[in-house]
């Protein structure tokens, strides 16, 4: 039996466009990695007894960090995936799966939102 593809075309036409509240940087790879303030009563007070640090970095691999870079609020899922089939190929494959995955994800964490 194939497996039935769960990606619905409208959802690919969603425009994704990062937070304005979470700061990013690049390090010399052109690496992207996501700035997030630990706020709050526990994290304050996991910050002096434990020293945990502050702000904690989520790095992002070759193929988020070149999505990342890209997310205006204009290209849609579709747009990006083209791009993306453009830089890396085959290695990109299966594309729009990867894709629709790696959106949840940074929409659960509120780093990204869609049009």
Known sequence: MRKKNIISENYLENKPYRNPVYKWTTDENDMVAIEVENKGVF????QKLFK????TYVHLD???SFVWKLLDG???II????LVK???GEKAEPL?????????I???YGFVSFK
């Open 62 to 64: 070759e193929n988020g």
């Open 106 to 108: 940074l929409k659960s």
């Open 79 to 82: 747009d990006l995936g083209v």
């Open 96 to 104: 729009y799966e990867r894709l629709a995955k790696y959106f949840q």
């Open 74 to 76: 204009e290209k849609s």
């Open 86 to 88: 453009e830089h890396f």
């Open 43 to 46: 994290n304050k007070i996991a």
């Open 52 to 55: 945990k640090p502050p702000v």
